[in-house]
């Protein structure tokens, strides 16, 4: 790649277009995750049981305990 300086800058900037592609997905991700575990709060807080939220969420036991689970403190 020393040879030719140009394809190296045109593989670098792939590399970052995925990069952000990747960024851009696991914050999607993130987010379509945070408005589950809103929701499953809200409904436990209604007085839905698990197997409510369960099958109203379609998710398994584990989203729903670890929505209802108060997440550790950050130092």
Known sequence: ??????LAERRRTKQQGITQAR???KQRNESIK????VNI???ADKG??????QRKHNVGYRPI???LTPAPARC
């Open 23 to 25: 960024r851009e997905a």
């Open 48 to 53: 839905l049981s698990g197997r409510e939220i």
């Open 41 to 43: 709060r809200r409904d």
């Open 1 to 6: 790649m020393r040879m030719f300086p140009e």
């Open 34 to 37: 945070q408005t589950l575990y």
């Open 65 to 67: 305990r670890a929505a």
